[in-house]
């Protein structure tokens, strides 16, 4: 057995719950922001692979995938983003420190408000969370073998993202901007 078919295969059995949400907003800002260029800033206590989870959801969305029994076709990469990354981060934190696994807050914020909290002024989101001490690809390949959150992963509006890990706690968000393609 191959070393790394192990690690994924005892990543896999340490997977504790998967959720996922989403959530889309059909309000138009007053003013729309100008496209803008997606915050490359990183979180320097976010210790992950930013490359590896960018290379390994580009890879599931530009050769389409299958999401339980429906069919994605191929859709085009999403960018990082630091400002997903600040929000997922302080979730996966928050999760780890108040003993706790939910896409809502214990202090009610909801993934819509933490990412308004973070600056990021989505008009889409999607929300995947994990919960095991696992690595990248563990994770992404938890996340596709979850209708749910493959379908987040393979959203056609989604055109960046940002992962947060914590103590094993993963959250990722996906989003898109007002005025960005």
């Known amino acids: ?3 790394k078919f192990v690690r994924v295969a005892t990543a896999w ?3 504790i719950f998967y959720c996922s949400c989403s959530k889309t907003s059909g ?9 803008s260029q997606a915050d490359t800033s990183i979180v320097p206590e976010n210790k992950l692979d930013r490359s590896a989870l960018l290379v390994l959801v ?5 050769h389409g995938c299958k999401c339980g029994t429906d069919v994605m076709p191929p859709v085009g990469a999403v960018v990082w983003n630091g400002l997903l990354e600040k929000a997922a981060f302080d979730h996966s934190k928050d999760m780890a420190v108040n003993k706790y696994f939910d896409h809502n807050g214990l202090n009610g914020s909801t993934p819509g408000t933490r990412l308004d909290a973070a600056g990021y002024h989505w ?3 999607g929300e995947n969370i994990a919960a095991g001490n696992m690595d990248e690809q563990a994770v992404v390949l938890g996340w596709l073998n979850s209708p749910k959150h493959c379908h987040n992963m393979m959203d056609p509006v989604f055109s960046e993202m940002g992962v947060g890990y914590y103590s094993g706690n ?5 989003g ?3 005025g960005v393609q």
Do not use: D, H, V
């Open 1 to 3: 057995m191959s070393g």
């Open 13 to 15: 059995m340490a997977i």
């Open 58 to 62: 580009n890879g599931l969305r530009t």
């Open 176 to 178: 898109k901007r007002n």
């Open 170 to 174: 993963w959250t990722m968000e996906l």
């Open 27 to 35: 309000l138009t800002l007053k003013e729309p922001e100008k496209a």
């Open 123 to 125: 008009n889409y989101y």
